[in-house]
């Protein structure tokens, strides 16, 4: 099942237009680590936005503000002020590294197990994709960063969310199946 993940998409490009300007007057460390670090921490500190087929725009609030730059300038300043590296010593390109979006990983698997056990009203593409973006609009985002094949989660906390997300992807599956949207677009 494929989703947008708008949250994603925003903070990629913001990152790269923060990258390309240089950040000058406070020059932040962009190595391949902190990059991936203030990338996760942006979009778990942004209210999860996937969508299936209503596209929106979360560079603004309503407010005049930009909640993807406060989130990006928040980030930046935690990393900054405490890099996952030694300061005289960034992380070199060498190591493998990238972010990983826990919530979803999860959710995609669990929806995934019950397509296999026949366990859903529908298995349309369309039910599917609505009920992970469904869940995944409700459940706290939870970003890491891989780094030489290991994720910084432990294990019992990826327990804890695949439980919590079984739960809202339970009731998803009620939502969307009391009016499956079959080709029409639908915010979920
Ligand atoms: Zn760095
Ligand atoms: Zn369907």
Known sequence: MRIRN????????EVLRLKSIGEAHNSPCWCPLCEADVTALSMTILPPRYSTTVFGDITTDGNGSNP??????TSLRRVDRNPNHPRSSPEGPL???RVINFAYEEGDALVSSLVAREDLPCDCDDCLADTLAYSLNRYPPKYGVIRGGRSNLPAYQRDFMRHEL???ISHAVNVIASAPRHGQPRAV
Not at 6 to 13: L, N, P, R, W, Y
């Open 95 to 97: 190591r493998k590294m």
């Open 68 to 73: 993807v730059r406060s989130a990006l300038s």
């Open 166 to 168: 079984n739960v809202i």
């Open 6 to 13: 708008e949250v994603q998409e925003a903070v990629t490009s």
